[in-house]
Structure formats: C-alpha cells, structure tokens
C-alpha cells in the first residue's frame, strides 16, 4: 500500500523502459514526420525521453538506426505483402507479382524517406532476403527456371520493393528551373526539349522527381511483359 501511495503522490505514470524497438519506432517517426535531415541523435534521444548517452546501449551509432529503421520498413513490407492471397500459378504470376510489388510500395509512400536509406546500405538485411525470396516464389509458381529469376530482379532492380531510383532531378538546383532549361536548350535541344514538354503534376506527393505512381506502373509493366515473354518461351 505504501508503495501505490508513494507513486500516485508523485503524479507519474510508471517510466516506459528504454529499448532498441522503441528507440526505432522514434526514429522511424522523427524521419516521417520531417525526413532524415531531421533525425539526429540529439533529437532522437528527446524523443524517447532519454539522455544521448543512453541510446548507445542500444544503437550504437547513426548508421545503425538507419540500418535499422529500414530493416524496420522492410518487415512493415513483409508484413503486409504477407496478407496477400491470389492465384500466382501459371499466367497468375504476373498479377500477383504486380500486386506484391504496389503492396509494398504503399508502404514506402508513407516513408517517403525509406528508398534513400535503402539506397545507401551496402548488403542485404535478412528481412529484404525474405521479401525478395517471396518474389522469386510467385515467379516460380509462374514456371519461371532459376535463370530467368535471376534475370527478373536485376531488370526489377529497386522497384522490386516499390521505387525506382532517380538518374536526376532537373528541378534539384534551385532558382527558375524554365530559364535554366532555357539555357540548355542549343546544347542539349532533345533532353529539354523533353522537359520542357513532359510535366509531373506532384512530384514531392510521390516518391521522386520521375517516380510518380503513374511513371512507376509503366515501367514495372513494361518489365513484367517483357518478363511474360520470355517465360513463355524458357
């Protein structure tokens, strides 16, 4: 009775102990709510309500959140790609794999932040082993042979998780970007001819200057048909 009475003078809930999956959720928050620019350790420490100091027993240094706050991306992926039922044998592979893949880009457009930190790690997590050894499965179903796998994730590259990755952004350097295309036009006359006419409505909506969901969906089909052929033929 002593103890209740002893807590309940002090008007605080009991404290939520430290660890390396709250430390995440944190990080993860921190990074949608304002991007990586805006997960320090410093801010990340104030989330959680912790000294700098102590977040070190748990994550041993930025390059370590960001390791894991992708694998934790990662597994929100598997996690709902997990609940997808649909036939995948035979000519059912190619909309199950379509399906899986915008499935997992979902979730990417709520962490519009993620494709820059997977881009950045330099091997594969066990978590994006599984997602990708699910993809291959559903190819398998389809008939493809081992080969032809092989083939599909590198022509799939990133967007086998649900991004494409940017070759440039022409609006990336600021100022008046009409007038700097302007000023290109005599040397580089096709490519801004290009700009000049193709226009993306929001790209910041999305997940890239060129990676709109429309841009997206044309490539991946394009793959995917392709890929289609080619089984037909394995």
Known sequence: MRRLVARNKAGTEPRVPLSRER???AAV???DEG???ALTMRRLAEEVGAEAMSLYYHV???DEVLDGIADAVVEEINEVVGRIDVPSRGD???AAVRRRILSAREVLLRHPWAPGVFESRTAMSPAVLRYHDGLIGLMRDGGFSNDLCHHALHALGSRALGFSQELFDPGSGGGDDTAALEGMAAELPHLVGMFMEVAHDDPDSTLG???DQTE????LDVILDGLDRLRAQD
Do not use: S, T, Y
């Open 23 to 25: 430390v995440l959720r």
């Open 29 to 31: 928050a921190i990074a």
């Open 35 to 37: 991007g990586l620019r």
């Open 60 to 62: 041993a240094n930025k």
């Open 92 to 94: 059912a592979w190619k």
């Open 209 to 211: 200057w060129c990676d």
């Open 216 to 219: 997206f969906e044309f490539g």
